[in-house]
């Protein structure tokens, strides 16, 4: 079946790292894969996207590329900032409907 | 700017009531989803809804209904609440237009306790 793979957290990173998320996904064809992020006290929100292999999302300094040799779509950013302190959530499309990952927390310590 | 908005941030019930989770969303979207949150298991898709009085169930539908009576509303509904339905509740909503329907739009959430 469908499913996405996030590693475990927290992560913990002082301002300016760079950051590494990994996510990977089982999923029948090629599906659109997206990161989703939730701030203390709110929904998510889309922070990404890609709807193809080799696509590269991109977003506030985020990104994410659609690798189907290794059914991998990794967040990066190369500097850190103590409000990107969240829970991030990989997803894939399957019709309608979004399957998640576990999330994962990043704090960013000043 | 697009909104779905959720009827309690948080809520607080003894075992066995009836309980009625809201959504509402302004932006004439047709599909609509519930999810609930777990730390470390995501988000689980409860039921979801893609037309007025349409329901399909998601990957956690025990002890759980709903409601799509008008297209900006979906409801939520435990029949008889029970402590392992303590969890954080997101409603979510997105349009079936070809190229924008990916994105899902999340409201703030429940955090229902089961007492």
Not at chain 1, 98 to 104: D, E, I, N, P, S
């Amino acid at each position: 079946g469908n499913s996405v793979t996030q590693m475990e957290g927290p992560v913990t990173l002082s301002e300016e790292a760079f950051l590494t998320i990994n996510c990977t996904y089982t999923a029948t064809g090629y599906p659109s894969l997206f990161w989703y992020v939730q701030y203390p006290g709110e929904g998510l929100q889309l922070l990404l996207k890609a709807t193809k292999a080799d696509d590269k999302g991109s977003n506030k300094g985020f990104e994410a590329t659609y690798r189907k040799e290794t059914t991998s779509f990794h967040l990066e950013k190369g500097s850190v900032q103590v409000s990107d302190s969240a829970v991030y959530f990989c997803a894939l499309r399957k019709g309608n409907k979004l399957v998640f990952g576990a999330g994962t927390i990043l704090r960013v310590k000043s | 700017d697009v909104k779905v908005t959720q009827s309690s941030r948080y809520l607080v019930k003894r075992t066995g009531e009836k309980v009625f989770l809201e959504c509402v969303q302004d932006m004439d979207h047709e599909n609509m989803f519930w999810y609930r949150q777990d730390p470390g298991l995501g988000l689980r898709l409860i039921y979801f809804s893609y037309d007025v009085k349409m329901k399909e169930k998601g990957d956690i539908p025990e002890g759980y209904s709903v409601s799509r009576e008008k297209k900006e509303r979906f409801s939520l509904i435990l029949e008889s609440a029970s402590t392992n339905q303590t969890s954080m509740y997101l409603c979510a909503s997105s349009t079936q237009t070809s190229g924008t329907r990916d994105t899902q739009y999340f409201g703030p959430g429940t955090r229902l306790t089961v007492l």
